[in-house]
Every structure is written in structure tokens, then in C-alpha cells.
């Protein structure tokens, strides 16, 4: 199975701040169609994972700009601009190139 | 609107089966996978096995040997069911399809 190495565990930032995550996949995460299925998810406290971006950098609607995704092969970040109290919760990486979909282990951002 | 909701015990005493439903609607599971994912307490995602929508499965390895997926394409439902349960199966089980569509969850303690 592909492992996805997701890095820090845990961020503490203050509103208006931006942070970035990191997220290593063990193998590329180009599929053979050429597309790399590389998504990030955001679960927030006692809710269901919801998606923010799809294939690396494409946003799901509804999401603001301030996420942005960015990383090619087998190296990805998620960055977040202008961090609203809202942003609060866990962010996974996930991947679905290669069978079976594998998580990264999350990332808790806490607010200051 | 595409939608998914898990139905299924609370509480199952250890060594017993655990049997889990999964109700879509907005799409036909002919047409799209559905996929069964767990989160045990303070955890992360771990995917738990798949019915493709051809109606054949696939299953973490971990896992496979307890698990087993069926559906009624008939009703829209999607059966997990795992059996010889143990307190580290205690966690919140999804069914998704895919990353972009998530069921609430439904929360199953194994405990006598």
C-alpha cells in the first residue's frame, strides 16, 4: 500500500496567519492517465471528512481561496492564507491513484 | 443531491458480528463505488474495503479474513459485516464514495 507521510502533527497558529502542510507519498502519485488523484480533507471536531481540493490543486465548491494545494509526484503541500477560526480541525491528505485509498495521518490545526 | 447514511448497533459485545448498513441516494451503486472507512477514537482514517460498482470487492489485508461486503442495488444499500469483533474495532465507521462524499458516520463500541 502507498503510506502517506504527513507532517507536523499538530500546528498552532494565530488568525490571520497562513500555514502550510506537508504530505510524502512512498510512491508517484501519477496515474496513468497522466492526472495525479491526490486530495486533501478537512474534518472538523465530530464532523465527517470533507473534501477541500481534488487532484492536487483543484478546489471542491465552496471553498474559499484562501486553501491552495500545489506538489507533483510524490511531494505535496497544502497551504492555508489569512487562517479563520473556522479552519480549525484535522487535515488528511489522501491518495486514490493506486488501490487501496491510504491516508495521510493528520494534521490538527489549533487556533491561538 | 448525493447522499450516504450508515445505520447500524451502537454497542456489540466482544467476539460477536458487527453488521453495518449504508443508504445512498442521489446516484445508483451500479454506477459508482462505495467504499467503508473507520476511525477508531482520536485516530485516524483507515480504509476498511470496497464494492465496486460491477458488484465485486476488495478488502485491506488487515482485514480481510472478518470482512465482508454486499449490497441490494435494489434497496441502494451497501452491507458491511465483520465478524469476531475486538475493543480495537471500537471507532466510527463511514461509507463514502470516494473522497468527495461522506456519510455521517455511525459510532460502534465493542464492549461485554
Known amino acids: 500500500d502507498v503510506v502517506m507521510t504527513q507532517t507536523p502533527p499538530s500546528l498552532s497558529v494565530a488568525i490571520g496567519q497562513s500555514v502550510s502542510i506537508s504530505c510524502k507519498s512512498s510512491?508517484?502519485?501519477?496515474?496513468?492517465?497522466?492526472?495525479?488523484?491526490l486530495h486533501w480533507l478537512l474534518q472538523s471536531s465530530g464532523r465527517s471528512p470533507k473534501r477541500l481540493i481534488y487532484q492536487v490543486s483543484n478546489l471542491d465548491s465552496g471553498v474559499p481561496d484562501r486553501f491552495s494545494g500545489t506538489g507533483s509526484q510524490k511531494d505535496f503541500t497544502l497551504k492555508i492564507s489569512r487562517v479563520e477560526a473556522k479552519d480549525l480541525g484535522v487535515y488528511y491528505c489522501a491518495q486514490t491513484t493506486h488501490f487501496p485509498l491510504t491516508f495521510g495521518s493528520g494534521t490538527k490545526l489549533e487556533i491561538k | 443531491e448525493v447522499q450516504l447514511k450508515e445505520s447500524g448497533p451502537g454497542l456489540v459485545q466482544p467476539s460477536q458480528t458487527l453488521s453495518l448498513t449504508c443508504t445512498v441516494s442521489?446516484?445508483?451503486?451500479?454506477?459508482?463505488?462505495v467504499h467503508w472507512v473507520r476511525q477508531p477514537p482520536g485516530k485516524g482514517l483507515e480504509w476498511m474495503g470496497v464494492?465496486?460498482?460491477?458488484?465485486?470487492?476488495a478488502y485491506n489485508s488487515a482485514l480481510k479474513s472478518r470482512l465482508s461486503i454486499s449490497r441490494d442495488t435494489s434497496k441502494s444499500q451497501v452491507f458491511l459485516k465483520m465478524n469476531s469483533l475486538q475493543t480495537e474495532d471500537t471507532a466510527i465507521y463511514y461509507c463514502?464514495?470516494?473522497?468527495?462524499?461522506w456519510g455521517q458516520g455511525v459510532m460502534v463500541t465493542v464492549s461485554s
Open positions: 464494492m465496486w460498482s460491477g458488484g465485486s470487492t
Open positions: 510512491q508517484s502519485l501519477v496515474y496513468s492517465d497522466g492526472k495525479t488523484y
Open positions: 442521489g446516484f445508483s451503486l451500479t454506477d459508482y463505488s
Open positions: 463514502t464514495r470516494g473522497t468527495p462524499y
